[in-house]
């Protein structure tokens, strides 16, 4: 069986407080996007063990403590019978860029696994995608919705029309905990005078990661400024970073403003063209 699993981008991302137990409280607009990972998923005849093997353009290789894996054990505990599988997740979403890819593979098996074996309700669904990955729920849908709490809370939005995008993913990554210890070790954040006042399809473009972030990676206002100078009508760093994406009026401005804005750069800067779904 072959399953697409979508990156998406947060549109905005406002952080409300933090629980006793760490995590952040969120309300953010949550896109699902047209790049994606490809997974392919059989019974494993061969042995009696699941194999997950990840395919980055230059390598397959195991991960540590992926969430592919993290579902089927979770899915066993629920269904002993479950049988093992091999699972090759072809990489096409860069990693440690906000752009969900780990989330988005968990979703995709998880929802094969639930038409299949599972047969969970709604709620144990969404609550089994919860303990796997706080952005794991939003990816069972794959459509916008609005996304509270820590992730859990998904209410799905149809007013949001098919953007038009470039993202860029610089030389690096920028984890999660990183950011959100950025975030916090701040006292006092202002508010990014690059593309901060953007208003797309009535949503501010508004990280609340992204000023900290660029304290300690000032390459992130440089791609929004390029995106900008090259006709994006507003930018912002997605996630935790450190992806960048620019929103253009239509799909020929933005293929247009491909080339030049890949001259701003090195060949080590990434570049995507892609739509929200």
Not at 142 to 152: D, F, L, M, S
Request: proline letters at 5%; aromatic letters at 8%.
């Amino acid at each position: 069986m072959q399953l697409f699993s979508p990156a998406k981008i947060n549109l905005n991302l406002k952080i409300l407080g933090t629980r006793s137990d760490g995590y952040h409280l969120l309300d953010s607009i949550f896109l699902p996007i047209s790049l994606f990972d490809e997974i392919n998923i059989f019974k494993n005849t061969a042995t009696a063990s699941d194999e997950v093997d990840f395919v980055f353009p230059s390598v397959t290789r195991k991960l540590k403590n992926n969430t592919v894996e993290k579902v089927l054990l979770k899915a066993r505990q629920i269904n002993p019978k479950l049988p093992f599988f091999k699972v090759t997740v072809k990489k096409n979403i860069p990693v440690g860029a906000g752009l969900g890819g780990g989330s988005s593979n968990a979703a995709a098996v998880l929802n094969y696994l639930n038409e299949q074996f599972l047969e969970l309700k709604e709620e144990e669904l969404v609550d089994f995608a919860s303990h796997i990955g706080a952005d794991v729920p939003f990816f069972l849908k794959q459509k916008a919705a609005r996304v509270t709490g820590i992730g859990e809370k998904i209410e799905l939005i149809d007013n949001i029309g098919p953007l038009e995008l470039i993202i860029c993913r610089p030389p690096f990554s920028i984890s999660t905990k990183e950011a959100y210890s950025w975030y916090d070790a701040q006292s006092k954040l202002t508010a990014s005078t690059i593309g901060a006042n953007s208003m797309i399809c009535g949503v501010n473009l508004i990280n609340d990661l992204e000023v900290p972030v660029i304290k300690k990676r000032p390459e992130i206002a440089d791609i929004k400024k390029a995106l900008i100078e090259n006709g994006a009508l507003g930018s912002l760093m997605t996630g935790s970073g450190s992806a960048v994406f620019g929103v253009f009026k239509t799909q020929q401005a933005a293929t247009e403003a491909l080339e030049p804005l890949k001259k701003c750069f090195n060949n080590n800067y990434t570049f995507y063209l892609a739509k929200s779904l």
